[in-house]
């Protein structure tokens, strides 16, 4: 069942890489869509290696109860920042599946390393030493 959990990692993480990668060829688009937010541009480059490395931390599960604390503060950050438009029908379904996303990262954190991650094997090798 180890490998269940890898791809629950992985496909977790998939919004956050492509959203990253997106950011950073739209960056006009994704400033002023923040600025329209209140966020300042300030925050642009963080976002975009937060979105890219964190989740990949994630997937190859290196220091997974700690990035996926992260991912889940994150998550919530930006529900409440970008998502609080409940008049709208679309932003209400963002908000609700964006704190779907960050109980799986809670539930992530809940769990020891297992076999398939970094975590694990360094776990692994320190104890066989």
Known sequence: ???VEAFGRIFLSTLFLFEGVRKFFYQDETIE???SFGVPELFFYPSIFFEIIIPTLLIIG???R???LLMFLFTITVSVIFHTDFSNHMQIIVFLKNFSIAGGFLIIASYEA???TIDYYLKYKKNSN
Request: glycine share 0%; hydrophobic share 55%; with cysteine.
């Open 62 to 64: 290196f220091k997974t």
């Open 1 to 3: 069942m180890h490998i």
């Open 114 to 116: 297992k076999m398939c």
């Open 33 to 35: 869509y923040m600025e």
């Open 66 to 68: 700690i990035v996926a």
